[in-house]
């Protein structure tokens, strides 16, 4: 499974020409199966939108693809410690949104398709898997 993040579905809403946003638009393409998005992926991308009807149209398409939803008895507990890990190892710690979304894929077994850095850096310290964007 591949988890989408917020950086991604900008991206990909843009119509960016970007390789992240290419392999978001062919997961979406084939089905959407194997694509996945999670709470506050969601509720960033929506905090984001436009107008209402932007706002409707990113709702519905996140919502249409494979869902992973967030433990909240396991995964803030998570997001705290992969934080604190980053910031007592010297490397520099991601928001605790980003700290979430690294939990829920760690968790998971999920790959992130991102654009945003923050998650190479919690890879750096955590086995996280970056999916590769052509």
């Known amino acids: 499974m591949i988890l989408a993040d917020t950086s991604a579905w900008m991206e990909y809403d843009r119509g960016a020409n970007s390789p992240v946003h290419a392999r978001l638009a062919a997961l979406i393409a084939e ?49 705290a410690r992969i934080n604190r890990v980053c910031r007592t190892s010297g490397v520099a710690p991601p928001g605790y ?14 790959e992130i398709l991102t654009a945003d850095q923050d998650f190479h850096r919690v890879a750096e310290l955590f086995p996280l898997k970056i999916a590769a964007a052509p």
């Open 31 to 79: 089905g959407g199966g194997s694509v996945a998005v999670t709470e506050p992926v969601l509720m960033e991308v929506l905090g984001g939108a436009k107008d209402d009807q932007s706002h409707h149209r990113l709702y519905n398409l996140m919502t249409s693809v494979s869902w992973l939803g967030a433990d909240p008895a396991v995964d803030f507990e998570g997001a």
């Open 97 to 110: 949104i980003v700290c979430m979304i690294a939990n829920i894929a760690l968790r998971t077994g999920s």
